[in-house]
């Protein structure tokens, strides 16, 4: 049996009255539904420290046994930046040639995209956020749970402080991604996830003409039937 035991403190969280709670769920929803992705990016620097803060926001994330099964990698070396580009546009132009079915071709037609990925040079950052399977701790294989869930959310929250922050991303996901793992050196455990440039959006910049679904059309909710 573990000698471990669990260690209790106060909750010292927000606390709001329901007004306040109402209000401040709208102002957050508006700024949150300001979001875009972006594919246009500048070359305007962004400064290292704001970066280092949304990674720590990211990395508030809840995680499966509070493991933090993630490692972000953030690149703003030009030759790595290029080297990763070079990678992600050769596995995307056979993606584009015959690896993606029609219809898959077919429903990314609203979004403009195909094989060349110059804001992989472009943008100042990329973030590469990896998953790790397992720890090694001391040595030991330590094992992590809720890995894919875990690193998912910490993305949302990732993408929540970019776009916080009045900075821009891109969820982008060149497949296979194993190519990260050997750019970056990473060590056996870690798994590339997701590739997000950041930076700030280029002053051509220009998204798709898309809207959200309803509140209707996402939720349903099971209420008690009042007589
Ligand atoms: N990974 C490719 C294709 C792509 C797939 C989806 I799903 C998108 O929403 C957008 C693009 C690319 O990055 O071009």
Redesign the pocket.
């Known amino acids: 049996m573990s000698e471990k035991q669990a260690a209790f403190i106060p909750y010292t969280g927000l606390s709001y009255t329901p007004e306040e709670s109402l209000e401040r769920s709208k102002v957050f929803y508006q700024m949150m539904d300001k979001r875009r992705t972006l594919r246009h990016f500048s070359d305007r620097p962004v400064a290292k420290e704001t970066i280092e803060q949304i990674i720590m926001t990211a990395s508030s994330a809840p995680s499966g046994a509070h493991k933090q099964p993630w490692t972000f990698c953030i690149v703003s070396d030009p030759n790595i930046k290029a080297e990763i580009r070079k990678a992600a546009e050769k596995e995307?132009y056979e993606?584009y040639h015959g690896r993606?079915s029609e219809e898959w071709l077919d429903d990314?037609i609203p979004?403009g995209?195909?094989?060349h990925?110059p804001f992989l040079e472009i943008a100042p950052y990329l973030i590469v956020v990896f998953k790790k399977a397992y720890d090694i701790i001391d040595g030991e294989k330590q094992k992590n749970y809720y890995v894919n869930e875990s690193v998912g959310i910490a993305a949302g929250f990732l993408l929540a402080a970019i776009h916080q922050a009045g900075l821009v991303s891109l969820t982008?996901?060149?497949?296979p991604m194993n190519f990260l793992q050997k750019v970056l050196k990473r060590p056996a455990n870690e798994r590339a996830f997701l590739l997000i440039p950041v930076g700030y959006p280029a002053e051509y910049a220009k998204v798709p003409d898309i809207c959200r679904k309803p509140l209707d059309q996402v939720a349903v909710f099971y209420e008690s039937i009042s007589a």
């Open positions: 995307e993606n993606m990314l979004f995209t195909d094989w990925k982008h996901t060149p497949s």
